[in-house]
């Protein structure tokens, strides 16, 4: 692969904006640099434009070098930044395939690149004849997301490795729900060997820690580099850089022990719904989530907001006719659930 080739001239020629903050490194007692208000309180410096300590935590926690990782304002950040590294708005195309998660194929509308779309199979898993076949020269990126939004299921390593080899372009892995499926299952550690590869992962699912915007993006130095260039100077603010921080040094046991409870509620709750007369098919799942197949899915939708519970009707996605996506909720979230759906007439 050769990266030049894959980039965006513009992009690949581009001079990043300098931040005051970037262009001193040292140590200094006086910052008349950046135009800040000095009487300020914590919040009156701007952030580290590269998260130096965050990245550090990261890099241990995740056994990864500092420099094969980029954060930014959520993953979804990382997405548009990634089609607009890669893509020229207008001539090149991007491969995604449905049914998966939407942003993909809205940053690329906005950017105005060509998507183009290849079907999972029926069981939700690689249809490599079709992928070969929808690949072109204008095909920069391919978008697999692993395990998938909203289907649940892991996408056999296999079949990712075959599109690793055939595929000029890059491939992201959209990771955000890997902490939910069992250790080993993350392709972070294969890094190194593909050249062409980023993983997406998040602190918005298993963290949870939505609400701070905070996402990743692995993959070798030269693309974390352009990713780096052309980010907003201070685009993860410092309250989300303390609050991650945070997370990480104190709250990694209460993430696993909340990960099992929702991984063990999912198994209860799949128990009890494939019981049930109005339910077809519940998909196995490696997130915290379970699409589920109902003989009249409108009818549940309408019956669980009446009782105030709010499940995404997946109805119009193709391959999913006729699901519902629920995420995994507390054990009385859960049995509040069950208890409506026990009440339907
Ligand atoms: C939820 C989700 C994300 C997370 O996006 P953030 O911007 O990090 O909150 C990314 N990818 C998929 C597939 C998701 O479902």
Redesign the pocket.
């Known amino acids: 692969m050769n990266l030049q080739e894959l980039v965006r001239p513009n992009i690949w020629s581009l001079k990043p904006y300098s931040s005051a903050r970037h262009e001193f490194e040292g140590q200094a007692d006086v910052f008349l640099d950046a135009n800040e208000n000095p009487y300020g309180s914590v919040y009156s410096r701007y952030p580290d434009p590269l998260q130096t300590e965050l990245k550090e935590k990261i890099s241990i926690y995740r056994s990864i070098p500092t420099g094969n990782i980029f954060l930014g304002n959520?993953?979804?950040e990382a997405i548009d930044l990634i089609i607009r590294i890669f893509c020229n708005p207008g001539m090149d195309e991007i491969l995604i395939l449905p049914p998966t998660?939407g942003m993909y194929k809205v940053c690329a509308d906005i950017s105005d690149i060509k998507v183009k779309e290849c079907l999972l199979t029926p069981e939700f898993q690689l249809d490599l004849a079709q992928i070969k076949n929808s690949l072109t020269p204008r095909t920069k990126l391919l978008f697999i997301?692993t395990p998938n939004?909203p289907t649940g299921n892991l996408i056999e390593p296999g079949s990712i490795e075959k599109v690793l080899q055939v595929f000029n372009g890059i491939v992201v892995l959209?990771e955000?729900y890997i902490d939910f499926a069992g250790p080993g299952q993350s392709w972070l550690d294969k890094l190194s060997r593909y050249p062409n590869l980023i993983i997406?992962q998040?602190f918005?699912?298993a963290w949870g820690l939505?609400a701070i915007r905070l996402?990743l993006a692995f993959a070798a130095p030269e693309i974390i580099d352009l990713m780096n260039k052309v980010k907003p100077p201070y685009n993860v603010n410092l309250l989300t850089q303390q609050a991650a921080l945070r997370s990480l040094s104190e709250y990694e046991a209460k993430k696993s022990r909340e990960i099992s409870e929702i991984n063990s509620e999912k198994m209860r709750l799949m128990n009890l719904l494939e019981a049930r007369e109005e339910v077809l098919k519940v998909y196995p799942s490696d997130a915290n989530f379970l699409l589920v197949k109902f003989s009249d899915p409108h009818y549940v939708f309408y019956h669980l907001r009446n009782a105030g519970i709010i499940v995404r009707d997946r109805t119009n996605t193709p391959l999913c006719e006729g699901c519902l996506r629920i995420t995994i909720g507390t054990p009385k979230e859960n049995q509040l659930l069950i208890e409506t759906l026990n009440s339907m007439v």
Request: aromatic share 8%; glycine share 14%; charged share 20%.
């Open positions: 959520g993953s979804d998660y997301c939004n959209d955000a997406l998040t918005s699912k939505a996402g």
